[in-house]
């Protein structure tokens, strides 16, 4: 009985040194510090931007019509061409209107003869009333037939300017400076008021329309700085302007549109092609800014990890800002001075011990 009571003894003394030294080998493995990189925080100024996507349109592109009906006899410009302002587009038959002003020249000619006659009878009709030498009828009918020829030979002299201006419109003119983008007649076709006959755009400023959202559209000015950036050319940032800022929402997206515009003095860029357009709305002082990667998304908020007096880790929950690139603001949890762990922050837990590495 006294051998099988010191065989249990025995046994009981080494399972409890076997769990004392699992326990104290875990207590090492849990100490041990872990790897991490830490940034101390910074403030600065954070630039805020509105960014949209749109294509690019001439500042003016309109269809030019007839104002005449005629034949059209030649086009002195084709898709591609640039025009000035006045040059000759279209040339349309002008032998019906020459006609036509040639017989209203001849009408007021022949009435401007009468008139001329009418103002001498009444002239001397008015040297011989006072003498008595003529009756007041004779005068009353000179002096109508005179005011009766004035009459006329301004009416004749309207119908000639009517004349001469629809003759002058057989000769389609560009209204501004800029480029053919469509021909739409050919020689011998007939046209009729009102037809187009080809398209114009200014190009030498381009507009983008973009559409932008209500919680950036408050916050937009005419006079914050606008970058655009084209697909065609994207190491090219080109300088814009905002033109026009919508003031009624769009009922679909519930969006607003806003038009931006820029200089194109070399006609490189063409229209529909894509713009990317940036808008500085403001910008933010002393921003708390921290890289979008230390920030861990847990199911009901966000937190980072930093590092206190101690080396000991620390989780705090922060509210998030604007982004800008890789990094993004933080509105509350941080304060300048932190220092933030900015990788290895998902193998920790609040009170790890841990060693900073480069």
């Known amino acids: 009985m006294s051998n099988h009571f010191f065989i249990s003894m025995v046994l009981g003394g080494l399972i409890l040194l076997a769990g004392c030294g699992a326990s104290d080998e875990n207590k090492a493995v849990e100490t041990i510090p872990r790897p991490v990189r830490v940034e101390m925080i910074m403030n600065r100024d954070l630039p805020v931007f509105v960014r949209s996507v749109g294509r690019l349109v001439p500042n003016r592109d ?29 040339k349309l038959d002008p032998t019906d209107y020459t006609l036509a002003l040639n017989e209203s020249n001849a009408n007021l000619q022949s009435a401007q003869a009468r008139l001329s006659a009418a103002e001498h009878s009444f002239e001397r009709a008015r040297r011989l009333l006072p003498e008595k030498a003529i ?30 201006q629809r003759l002058n419109k057989t000769v389609i003119c560009a209204p501004f400076d800029g480029h ?29 329309r973009i559409h932008i959202n209500e919680h950036d559209y408050v916050h937009l000015d005419k006079d914050d700085p606008v970058t655009v950036t084209v697909e065609a050319y994207p190491e090219t940032d080109i300088p814009g302007r905002v033109d026009k800022i919508g003031i009624q ?11 931006i515009l820029l200089d194109n003095p070399q006609f490189i860029f063409k229209a529909g092609l894509t713009a990317r357009v940036s808008i500085r709305t403001e910008i933010i002082p002393d921003a708390v800014m921290i890289p979008q990667d230390s920030v861990l998304f847990r199911e009901d908020r966000k937190e980072v990890f930093v590092i206190e ?24 949890g941080l304060s300048t001075g932190d220092n933030l762990v900015v990788t290895g922050a998902q193998y920790l837990k609040p009170g790890d011990a841990v060693t900073v590495t480069p």
Do not use: C, W
């Open 249 to 259: 929402a769009d009922a679909r997206t519930n969006t607003f549109e806003v038009e």
């Open 309 to 332: 007096q101690g080396g000991k880790a620390a989780v705090r929950e922060v509210k998030l800002g604007h982004t800008d690139g890789s990094a993004i603001r933080i509105l509350q």
């Open 62 to 90: 309109v269809l030019v019509s007839a104002q005449v009906t005629g034949i059209v006899m030649q086009f002195k410009a084709d898709v591609g061409a640039k025009v000035v302002s006045g040059e000759a587009l279209v």
């Open 135 to 164: 009756s007041l009828e004779l005068f009353d009918a000179a002096e109508a037939e005179y005011r009766s020829s004035q009459a006329l030979v301004s009416q004749l002299t309207t119908a000639v300017d009517m004349a001469r």
């Open 180 to 208: 053919v983008t469509r021909r739409l007649v050919e020689l011998g076709q007939n046209v009729a008021v009102g037809d187009p006959v080809m398209g114009i755009a200014d190009m030498q400023t381009m507009r983008v």
